[in-house]
T-cell receptor, first 110, second 123 residues
Framework: QSALTQPASVSGSPGQSITISCTGT?????????VSWYQQHPGKAPKVMIY???NRPSGVSDRFSGSKSGNTASLSISGLQAEDEADYYC??????????FGGGTKLTVL | EVQLVESGGGLVKPGGSLRLSCTAS????????MHWVRQAPGKGLEWVSA????????YYADSLRGRFTISRDNAKNSLYLQMNSLRVEDTGIYYC????????????????WGQGTLVIISS
């Protein structure tokens, strides 16, 4: 099964808002609510930012939000801050009873 | 403090085997589903395998099934990954990760990760 499709990079200026897309298929994103988003800074382990499409774990800033429409899930970050610069990955449960990740998106805060 | 510590990584020749371990502390290990996730150098995350809290249910990435075996010993608070017939493309950092308590075990809601152990497959 191929990885979920994410843009390789996105960028924004401090204070702006950005959205990262994650495109899947009827075998994963379309059908299941188990879409998560992770933030990974260089040399660090990933951190979950959104789970089950739009739920935010405690401790994660409310500047982060998630949504889904059809075969595309999205992560939005408002009020961009320098510390948001990182790699972001989406994941989804699949009909093969597996978990699949997106290829990752590098967020640059200009 | 909730902690996961991986070990067992190293340099292995193609075709060789390696057993990774993940030792848990600071929480009731037997109550949590656990996963292995890997990351090739400079590349993205790749899900490897998962095991339910009791060990009764096991899941693998389609591309790895048959070469890798996940297991756990709840008495030792430990998770394992036996990797056989290793290939150059198996090179990377291997993370163990915990699924949040009571969450769907393949839901991707990881609330704790280890620091990773580096596996290098090279002749």
């Amino acid at each position: 099964q191929s990885a979920l499709t994410q843009p390789a990079s996105v960028s924004g200026s401090p204070g702006q808002s950005i959205t990262i897309s994650c495109t899947g298929t009827s075998s994963d994103v379309v059908t299941y609510k188990y879409v998560s988003w992770y933030q990974q800074h260089p040399g660090k382990a990933p951190k979950v930012m959104i789970y089950e499409v739009s739920n935010r774990p405690s401790g994660v800033s409310d500047r982060f939000s998630g949504s889904k429409s059809g075969n595309t899930a999205s992560l939005s970050i408002s009020g961009l801050q320098a510390e948001d610069e990182a790699d972001y990955y989406c994941s989804s449960y699949t009909s093969n009873t597996t978990l699949i990740f997106g290829g990752g998106t590098k967020l640059t805060v200009l | 403090e909730v902690q996961l510590v991986e070990s067992g990584g190293g340099l292995v020749k193609p075709g060789g085997s390696l057993r990774l371990s993940c030792t848990a502390s600071g929480f009731t290990f037997r109550s949590y589903a656990m996963h292995w996730v890997r990351q090739a150098p400079g590349k993205g995350l790749e899900w490897v395998s998962a095991i339910s809290s009791s060990g009764a249910y096991i899941y693998y990435a389609d591309s790895l099934r048959g070469r890798f075996t996940i297991s756990r010993d709840n008495a030792k608070n430990s998770l394992y990954l036996q990797m056989n017939s290793l290939r150059v493309e198996d090179t990377g950092i291997y993370y163990c990760a915990r699924i949040k308590y009571s969450a769907f075990e393949l839901g991707g809601d990881f609330d704790c990760w280890g620091q990773g152990t580096l596996v290098i497959i090279s002749s």
